[in-house]
């Protein structure tokens, strides 16, 4: 059966084709004005998405060397997301899949960062643990199986992305912060500066707090000290969130026995967490599993693998299904 996924909860635009579990073709565009105006602005991702979403599908389909007609399934993201951009792609999904007489499947978009590995191999074996890290979610789910997964720690204010956005903004880097941070950092001390280290009990993240320490040190430099400091600050910041990443994942570990883990979600790209995983895997004999870099970000493909093995559970959407923003449980 040939899958037409579609992505678009927040600020890009993307679609793949998949002939049962294997991938064809993912294409994605990524929405720039944002980066003008410091973030996100909900209605100009809704617009953009809009714009540009019939002509990714159309190139996805081209690539696959699909036909429309061929199609056995349209997946798209039902949530969690922005309102508008989840419409947008709705729409287009319900549109399509009445207009080809075909079923419907939306598809929990945290549910899809972690399915995101099993595009290609390697692929983690059940149960594993996914320490899922993006832009709005930080988690730490238990993966037994497709259809059953259970987040058992996850973020009580801002998520790992955002604290790297956030911080970023702080030292006037342009939006996303995350992807400029990891560059910088690789290139600074990260021992030049101290940062508390999140305090929370048990299996959940909070970084508000570092964001406000990080606010207070960088407001006491003046403006060249800042521009001087810039990498060893990026340095600095950047372990200090990939320590409290990993210190909860090794918690996790302890108490579920599981030593399968992986990462996703933008932040999985980030180089000192992949480094940090790997070295923490070689102390605690964990196996670890990270995605290639393009299902890390948001894209298509990891919704399509998804709907796959939902559809193969018999799953189906409804006309009558709606967008969900806030996240539901897994
Ligand atoms: O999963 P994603 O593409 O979108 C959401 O679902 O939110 O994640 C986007 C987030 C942004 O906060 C971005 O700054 C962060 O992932 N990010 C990174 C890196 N690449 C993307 N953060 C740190 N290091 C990176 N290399
Ligand atoms: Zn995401």
Redesign the pocket.
């Known amino acids: 059966m040939y899958i037409l996924a579609m992505e678009t ?2 600020d ?1 635009t993307g679609a793949a084709v998949f002939a049962d579990g294997t991938l064809l073709s993912n294409v994605n565009a990524g929405q720039l004005i944002h980066s003008e105006w410091g973030g996100v602005v909900p209605e100009l991702a809704s617009r953009a998405h809009q714009a540009t979403l019939q002509k990714v599908v159309a190139k996805a389909l081209g690539e696959a060397k699909v036909a429309k007609d061929q199609l056995g399934l349209v997946a798209y993201t039902q949530g969690p997301g922005l309102l508008g951009s989840l419409l947008v792609g709705q729409s287009f999904a319900k549109g399509l899949a009445m207009a080809l007489d075909v079923p419907l499947l939306g598809v929990n ?1 945290m549910q899809a ?1 972690v399915m995101a590995h099993f595009i290609e191999a390697p692929m983690p074996k059940y149960p594993f643990l996914c320490l899922t890290v ?4 930080t988690q730490i789910v238990v993966v037994r199986a497709a259809d059953d997964m259970e987040t058992i720690g996850e973020t009580r204010d801002d998520a790992a ?2 604290a ?2 956030k911080c970023g903004k702080i030292l006037g880097l342009p939006y ?4 400029i ?2 560059a910088r950092a690789q290139l600074g001390d990260a021992s030049k500066y101290k940062l508390p280290k999140p305090a929370m009990e048990g299996l959940d993240f909070s970084f508000s707090g570092l964001k406000t320490a990080f606010l207070y040190m960088v407001q006491k430099m003046d403006d060249a000290t800042k521009t001087a400091e810039t990498n060893n600050l990026c340095a600095s910041l950047q372990r200090t969130i990939v320590s409290a990443l990993l210190e909860k994942v090794a918690l996790a570990a302890e108490q579920t026995g599981i030593r399968q883990i992986a990462i996703a ?3 999985s ?3 000192g967490l992949r480094q940090a995983l790997r070295e923490m895997a070689i102390m605690k004999g964990w196996e670890t599993y990270a995605p290639s870099m393009a299902y ?3 894209n298509a493909a990891m919704v399509g693998i998804a709907a796959y093995y939902m559809a193969q559970k018999g799953q189906r959407g409804h006309l009558a299904d709606v967008p969900f923003v806030r996240n539901r449980p897994l």
């Open positions: 909860s927040c890009d978009h960062h993006s832009g709005g979610h992305g955002e790297f956005d996303p912060a995350g992807p941070i990891d979600g933008g932040v790209a980030n180089s890390c970000t948001d």
